[in-house]
């Protein structure tokens, strides 16, 4: 199948549902994609600061771009001027470095916060002692020109439904307590991102808003090697 046919396929689940679809572009050529976007695809996800930027400079500039890799603090400064949303935000410290950079451009940047649900060392994120820590810290609450629009979370790379549910599960009950506890009055704070192509079913099952779908639109990713990546 084609990129817009798969596009199509995806969207028919996804929108009747009320799910945000980020197509992951990470590897991907500039013209697959323009396929995409041709397709009608406008939300596009990256892991890496460099390819982002490349892409970013020569792609329409109607793209919203997603940061939804690992990000470094000293790679903030060169996303701050035009990135949408980053949705892998787990720590103050980087917090604090996006709102800078963000006042820099003069904008405010949404956010996500990055939560550790897999049973994984190679997962980055905040457990919940950590979000709650962090929602309530007095520095945090002074970042003005940021904005938590929601939490983020990657299930374990297990065939295992049962686990990944429960993982999910419990990402969405965290979400609900946070948004009644911190955001209750703030609309913008709506954004479940949780699901990618081997998963996003059971996500959509379980309360998420936002999917983050890569071979399933692309096909299987071929592996570039990019110098000072993150």
């Not at 998963?199 to 808003?209: F, M, Q, R, V």
Request: hydrophobic residues 40%.
């Amino acid at each position: 199948m084609s990129i817009a046919s798969n596009l199509e396929a995806l969207r028919l689940e996804t929108e009747a549902k009320g799910v945000q679809l980020v197509a992951v572009s990470k590897t991907k050529s500039n013209s697959e994609i323009m396929e995409a976007y041709e397709a009608g695809q406008r939300i596009f996800g990256e892991n890496h600061v460099q390819e982002l930027i490349e892409k970013a400079e020569l792609l329409p500039k109607d793209i919203q771009w997603h940061m939804i890799g690992h990000l470094q603090t000293n790679k903030v400064k060169y996303i701050a001027p035009f990135i949408s949303l980053i949705a892998s935000i787990d720590s103050l410290k980087l917090l604090k470095e996006v709102n800078k950079h963000a006042i820099k451009a003069n904008r405010n940047i949404d956010c996500l916060l990055q939560i550790y649900i897999a049973d994984e060392d190679t997962k980055f994120g905040l457990d919940h002692a950590e979000l709650i820590e962090l929602l309530r810290d007095e520095e945090f609450l002074e970042l003005k020109n940021i904005r938590i629009c929601g939490l983020m979370g990657i299930a374990s790379n297990t065939d295992n439904e049962k686990v990944i549910k429960a993982e999910f599960y419990e990402l969405k009950m965290l979400f609900d307590g946070v948004k009644a506890s911190f955001y209750r009055k703030d609309d913008y704070f709506n954004i479940l991102s949780m699901g990618m192509s081997s998963d996003y079913k059971l996500a959509i099952e379980e309360g998420s808003t936002m999917v983050r779908i890569g071979s399933t639109i692309f096909g299987k990713r071929v592996i570039k090697h990019y110098k000072n990546n993150d």
